[in-house]
């Protein structure tokens, strides 16, 4: 089982994310959400789904994000179906579990 949290930013709506395959193809998620419309990205998709659909793609395309342009509202730069596929692809073996972040660096 791999586990991630996301921190959005200013919004502070926090999304945890628990991924599971025993196969590395096809895998069940689990997503709790502060936001409304992430938590209710399963009741729409499933929760269960193939790896290689979700992860495998150009940046901005798949079912995730054709959910988020749906549903969600205009915010381009939230972090959750990103943290939602990083999940994902290291429970299926797609990609290394190395955190990722964002950060804002003022002027020295």
């Known amino acids: 089982m791999t586990k991630v949290?996301?921190?959005?930013?200013?919004c502070n709506l926090e999304t945890r994310v628990e991924a599971v395959s025993e196969d590395g193809m096809e895998v069940q998620v689990k997503i709790s959400s502060a936001c409304e419309?992430?938590?209710k990205m399963t009741e729409v998709l499933g929760d269960t789904w193939d790896a290689y659909d979700?992860?495998?793609g150009k940046p901005g395309t798949g079912p995730l994000?054709?959910?988020?342009?749906?549903?969600?509202?205009?915010h381009a730069s939230c972090p959750a179906i990103a943290g939602v596929i990083k999940c994902?692809?290291?429970?299926?073996k797609l990609a290394l579990?190395?955190?990722?972040?964002?950060?804002f660096m003022k002027d020295e």
């Open 5 to 10: 949290k996301i921190q959005p930013g200013p």
């Open 37 to 39: 419309s992430i938590a």
């Open 54 to 56: 979700v992860c495998l």
């Open 65 to 74: 994000y054709e959910y988020a342009e749906e549903h969600m509202p205009g």
């Open 88 to 92: 994902i692809e290291v429970e299926c």
């Open 97 to 103: 579990p190395k955190d990722v972040s964002i950060t």
